[in-house]
């Protein structure tokens, strides 16, 4: 969502504050950090509390310490040079990501985020972070964002952003003893679920089990429902009945890695709320929360399509059936109101003809769907593993900023004026690399230069997106390694090299004696694909779209080639009219061409051979 207001309104309404001048990481090895803090150190002083077990909890008792809070996350996993196609890769698009995510901050202010930036102004500007430091203010969509951008790419560039935020939240967490809801809170108990995934470490359970207790405590129990009642003891309307989805989600990804039961039924609770009695969904899942706007109430994509994917999320780590369906049935719609072509899903849902001023793409929307499509194949419901590959290849990457020069040439013309007080002017150009565009059009990443520069919600789900679609697309169950996307990868299975879109070709370079199936992408025809091993071709047999390989040993060199087209598109995207050349699902040119930032400046795809760059993987 784009109203930092109501995030910072939440944070100050739900909560007190336990803790001052407590944010100094004594312990760090990393200084690499970009924007400079003027501020002088200050002593970590805070002792060392006792975590009160849960009645469920084991013996273990947690005693967080000084080792506790300072931990620097670990990056020693396996690196190594090789050479791949020069084709999408996530450790390109993470290492993006680590560049706004740490750089776009407040070093005086404890890293806070810079949730706005201007670009029609000279210098461009960076807004509403907090100008000295809130004990009580935290972006949780950025720290788990960083870890999860961390996980992918083994960089450790700026890590001393993140562990500030580490250090921060995890002392106040342990004496403040809350809840965790809402957008911030929700996403920094689903960074402890993956954190505790990584590292293991008891002491992130046990205070997940507290969080729980007190989300228990401070909620209502109605039937088979349960919500948090307003002061008025009254069902939550509006702005709270929306960040319930992200309370669920934390709670979701904390029994997805915990199993801890009470965390099951609790989600469960929140998500017949959200999906029978909050009003937010008609029985077949279509979007009915709007919000007010000065053209009257609009229909929010995000909000909605959050709170939906928060169903689904749950629905699949739970295998409940019920739920996936709903969500799925609100996937359906919420896809027939965009370009699932490309992946452009409008801010506002377009049920009010002549009333905006244009259908702009807001990030958080694609990451929305992207995340849906991945949840319910993940829950059974369907295979939706091209929707995934038609909105990562295009509007998600794109989205993305790879570079900020157009910035510059911008503001060429523009006379220079004083920032702000509260704001930067420093180096804006390159510090916003890297981030997600909040009001995207199909070709260019603002369709209004007058909107915000950046919007850090969609900096943060953009990333987050990108790290699931990049853990699940390829797994290994019972012996078998089944890869789902055809994306440059490296992992501990095996290495996916990927041609496409310059050739219909895959190379999977395994590092585990296994069964291997890889998913023809829908424009590919079985009777047109080949296998070959170790330059021997070898008869594939298919499940579905999955090719099948059959047995293969550590070592070996599976390739599955196929034919790929270009095709030209004439389309609506938004309220404007398109053409479109696609190669496979990639677009590969779009008229008319964008100016600002413009997409799809790709003609190198449409050669037929993929060229080879050298780089260093880093597996985790
Ligand atoms: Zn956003």
Known sequence: ????????????????????????????????????????????????????????????????????????????????VTQVPDTLDFQKHAELSLNALTRCTNPDADYSVYFYGKVNRNPPILTDADVVPNPTSFNGKFSEAALMMRQISGSDFNQQVDQTWRV??????????????????????????????????????QLG????????????????YRYFPTENGAEPTDWEMVSHGWTLQGIAHFYEVTGFSPAESLGKEFARYLKDHSGMFDANGRFLYRHQREFGEVLHFHHNGNTLLSIAELAAITGDQELAGFARQGYEYARSVGSPLVGFFPEYVPDYPGQLPYADCETCCVADMVLLALYLTKAGQSDYWDDVDRYVRNQLVENQMAHGTWIDEY?????????????????????VIGSFSGWASANEYLIDMNQPLVSACCTGNGSRALYYVWQNMLNLDQGRLTVNLLFNRASRWADVNSFIPYEGRVDVHLKTECELEIRLPEWGAPE???????????????????????????GDIATLTFPIIERTVDTQIGDRSYRLVIKGNDVVDIRPAGIWC??????????????????QRYVG
Request: hydrophobic fraction near 35%.
């Open 411 to 431: 503001l060429a013309n523009l006379p220079v004026s004083p920032v702000p007080e509260g704001a930067t002017g420093d180096k804006v150009p390159e510090r």
């Open 1 to 80: 969502m784009k109203i930092s207001l109501s995030r910072r309104d939440f944070l100050k309404i739900s909560y007190i504050s336990f803790l001052a001048g407590l944010t100094a990481c004594r312990n760090l090895t990393i200084t690499e950090e970009v924007p400079v803090t003027t501020a002088t150190p200050k002593p970590t002083v805070t002792p060392s509390p006792t975590v009160t077990p849960s009645p469920t909890a084991t013996a273990f008792q947690c005693s967080p310490n000084d080792e506790f809070y300072n931990r620097l996350l670990t990056l020693n996993g396996e690196r190594y």
């Open 168 to 205: 921060k939240f995890l002392r106040w967490l342990v004496q403040a003893n809350p809840s965790l809801t809402g957008p911030d809170l929700g996403r920094l108990f689903a960074w402890m679920a993956l954190l505790y995934k990584i590292e293991g470490d008891e002491c992130y359970r």
């Open 209 to 224: 089990e507290k969080v729980i207790g007190q989300i228990l405590l401070q909620s209502r129990l109605q039937d088979d």
């Open 528 to 554: 047109e694909a080949s296998g070959v091993v170790n330059n021997t071709p070898v008869e594939l047999s298919y499940s579905g779209r999955y090719a099948r390989f059959g047995r293969l040993q550590r």
């Open 598 to 615: 413009p997409y799809y400046q790709r003609s190198h795809y449409r050669q037929p051979i993929a060229p080879l760059i050298e780089l």
